[in-house]
């Protein structure tokens, strides 16, 4: 099951990148998609993420429950320096719930975005949104489609936004 891997990998790029086509010739402005996919093959269960979707497994008759997917949060270190990396950035807002007023904040780097983070269990007054991604405001790192995301303000391709999906194997006699 190793060497389908890489021909996974390559069908979810080639799936993005003919739903991107189609939007451009539409000239519609169509939103994406996040995907979870299992597979089956021979003794093997093959768990494929790219988004937000998720995928629990049961083993020992129900007793436990394994999280076999993980999201694709621009916060979790991994995606947030694969976003940077690739000329992306991330921001998040907050209302001041008394006086009504919006806060803008950017991280560059992990010890930034922790340091947003503590001001956000600090300040009582405030509501904090979701981590975002420029360009695109998406608050998921990995996905289908989302043109706006995966062009930059100069009318680039930008790589912050991918479809590229991890892909997590388990033996089937493990699971449920």
Partial sequence: SSNVVPVIKQLYSKLDAEYLETIDRS???????????????????????????????SVHGG?????ASSDHKPERPSEMQRILDNGGELYRMSVNRKTGQNSFYNAKNYNELQKINQLRVSA?????GPWR?????????????????????????????TADPDITQYELNDVD
């Avoid at 519609?28 to 790219?50: D, E, F, M, P, Q």
């Avoid at 007793?63 to 999280?67: A, D, F, H, L, T």
């Avoid at 009582?124 to 904090?128: E, G, P, T, V």
């Fill in 124 to 128: 009582i007054n405030f509501a904090f």
């Fill in 63 to 67: 007793s436990k429950v394994i999280e």
């Fill in 133 to 161: 991604i420029n360009p695109g405001g998406l608050s998921v790192a990995r996905s289908f489609g989302d043109p706006y995301s995966k062009v930059n303000a100069k009318g680039f391709a930008c790589q912050s936004v």
């Fill in 27 to 57: 000239k519609k402005n169509y939103a994406g998609s996040c995907a979870i996919t299992l597979v089956v093959l021979h003794n093997k269960l093959l768990v494929i993420n790219t988004g937000d979707s998720r995928a629990i497994i």
